[in-house]
Structures are given as C-alpha cells and as structure tokens.
C-alpha cells in the first residue's frame, strides 16, 4: 500500500499527539520505507554480521513506539531520526558484541563510500570509533554530525539534507568537507 507523503505526515503528526489508531495506520504505510532504510545501513556492516534487517527494523520500531512523546514535524523529520535509532542500535550492538567476545570484535565499515575517501582515513573503520568520533564532532558543531550522520547512516543525498535541516546545499557540502577532514584527524589520533 503506498500513501502520499501528506498522509504519512498528517498520520505522524496524529501519532506525536497521541492519537495509537494513527500508529497502527501508520505502520503499514511505512514498513517498506523503513526496509528499505535497514536494508541500507545493513549494506554498510561486514560479512557475516548477525542482525538481519528485519531485526533491526524491529528494534528501531520499538524504540520509536516507546517513545514518550514524540513530535514527527514531518515525514522527512521521521525518517532522519529513524535513522539516528538504527545507528543507535547498530552501535549498542557491536558493543554488546565486543564485550561478549574476548579482546572484542572490531566492526568494520567501509567509510570512503558514504563520504569519500578523506586523506589519512582509514579505508574501513570500526563502528564504535566513528560513533565516537561523531559524538565529538556533535560537541563542537551538532549540525555537522547531524548532516554527516544523515549522509552516512541514512544515505540521503546532499539535497535531501539540505531539505531535512532547512539549510543549503552548499552549506551541506562545506559540512561534509569539514567532517571528512575532523574525521581522518580522529582516526589517525585515535
């Protein structure tokens, strides 16, 4: 079943308030998007990881639904903080994964593809260094993780973060730039 986009975003501004019946509208309607979402970040991680996508749509849904009050300003705002669940939850995975194995488990994921290969970054890195470093990026200039997380973890194109965030593309691209660069820096300190 596919809705237009004013549907889904009047659906998820009925579920910020409050309204359960809009959820299990909603959920239909959104299960191939979010599929399509996992599937993405599941192509970034290694052969052989464990979570499925199914999986990992589940956690996310779970975290969403268990949200106390969520506000979707729209459905573009929806699925970039979707996003930001699954990371989190890939990421709480491959911590729980290291520390279940002894000297742990690096998670490896090819980071020049989202963001191209910045000099001095790694050809593949560990996912727990680059949420870290994304973190320490987000002290300095949230907006920034913010646009290299959407670029990265929700594959969206330059001018759909530009749309998501309400700021240009060529403020996006400088974000990029300047992220690739704190992040090759992380890498060869960290």
Do not use: C
């Not at 910020?16 to 599929?35: C, F, K, M, N």
């Not at 991680?45 to 300003?73: C, F, N, R, S």
């Not at 594959?155 to 400088?174: H, K, P």
């Amino acid at each position: 079943m596919v809705a237009g986009q004013g549907q889904l975003s009047k659906l998820l501004r009925d579920w910020s308030r409050g309204d359960q019946s809009a959820l299990e509208r909603l959920t239909p309607l959104i299960y191939s998007e979010l599929r399509k979402l996992a599937r993405y970040h599941m192509s970034r991680e290694g052969p052989g990881h464990t979570l499925q996508p199914t999986a990992l749509i589940g956690e996310a849904y779970i975290k969403m639904v268990e949200m106390p009050q969520p506000d979707w300003k729209s459905r573009k705002h929806f699925f970039a903080a979707t996003s930001k669940i699954m990371r989190n939850v890939l990421v709480d995975y491959a911590k729980k994964k290291r520390s279940n194995k002894r000297g742990g488990e690096m998670k490896r994921v090819p980071l020049e593809v989202a963001l191209g290969r910045a000099a001095g970054a790694p050809a593949v890195i560990d996912l727990l260094v680059l949420d870290e470093a994304l973190r320490k990026l987000g002290e300095v200039d949230p907006r920034k993780e913010e646009v290299i997380e959407l670029s990265y973890f929700g594959g969206m194109t330059v001018q759909e973060i530009a749309d998501t965030l309400d700021i240009g593309t060529s403020t996006v691209n400088r974000d990029l730039d300047f992220g690739k660069v704190w992040l090759a820096r992380a890498f060869k300190s960290g």
